[in-house]
């Protein structure tokens, strides 16, 4: 199978240095040259994704994010073929409402939305949406959620009463056609296990390869236990230029503009984070931004900061496209980019990594 590759929408803000905090965290850092994420800056980013043939945008969710709906809403005109991943958080909506706005969504893009699941691992930003629910119970109530929404999309009518939902006649004017992709993250043995059950591609953060497999393995195994096949994605930024020296030194300059203090202040977060990922993010830097290429190509310095995907993809547009063709073998086939800026980093992966994964089959030419 070939691999699809989707660029990411900087809904809290980009620029030239490393944009991001803790979902957890009390403040957003806004580096020199921040780019407020506004829909003229977001529209930029979307039209060059869809001009430079990606397959698709990941709209993500967060405290620190412009909401992911009406995001997508309103890019959507703006673009051609591009498809919207958007991110939504089960439970702050209710599923008969959720079924009825991602029907809509899909009839007015025509067919371009798909869904990443986020049940939210920190109660600190649960807390803040008014969601008091415990870590192990979210993805109960992630797997029921699903499970409705499913069903009030392909049932005339649907009565439930379960441990977190109970509506009477719930249903759709019209179900989504195609129905949208459930795409779900999570490394914590019950997201595992509502990924098997429920949605259709398993998203992992940038681990190194083998680690990255053995996830998949894990997941796959589940899986079969349930009699569903799944596909499998990965989340990775990128700095790739016509020489590896030139990668590796823009890297450097993004470490260089790192503060000590929000360095460590962040490893304390994300090391203490009740998401078993982003524990697993902060481990594979350990709050030092010594030895930060930690699998040859595979640098760990984003998430010195950042919260959610940690890892980047650096080097040459070849050794760059070597490690996508690497975790392509593993079993991935989908890939979600970003890399700072989100505009001009879109160009020098689109132009420069992406005929080489074409000429090698990796991926194919858009038509």
Known sequence: MTARIFWFLPTAGDGRSIVGASHASG?????????RPSLRYLTEVAQAADRLDFEGVLTPTGTWCEDAWLTTAALLQSTRRLKFLVAFRPGLTPPTLAAQQ???LQRFSEGRVLFNIVTGGDDVEQRRFGDWIDHDRRYARTDEFLELVQRIWTEPSVDHEGEFF??????????PDPLPEFWFGGSSEPALAVAAKRVQTYLTWGEPPADARAKIEKVQALADAEGRKLTYGIRLHTISRDTS?????VAQKLLDELPEDQVSQA???HSSSQSEGQRRMAALHGGSKDSLEIYPNLWAGVGLVRGGAGTALVGSHEEVANLIGEYHDAGFDEFILSGYPHLEEAYH????????LDARGVTVPAR
């Open 27 to 35: 403040n957003l850092r806004e580096p020199a040259g921040f780019r």
């Open 349 to 356: 992966f689109a132009e420069g990594v992406r005929p080489i």
């Open 267 to 269: 490893h304390a977060l």
């Open 245 to 249: 020296e030139d990668a590796w030194a």
């Open 166 to 175: 109970k509506v009477a006649d719930a249903r759709v004017s019209e179900a």
């Open 102 to 104: 991602a029907a809509t």
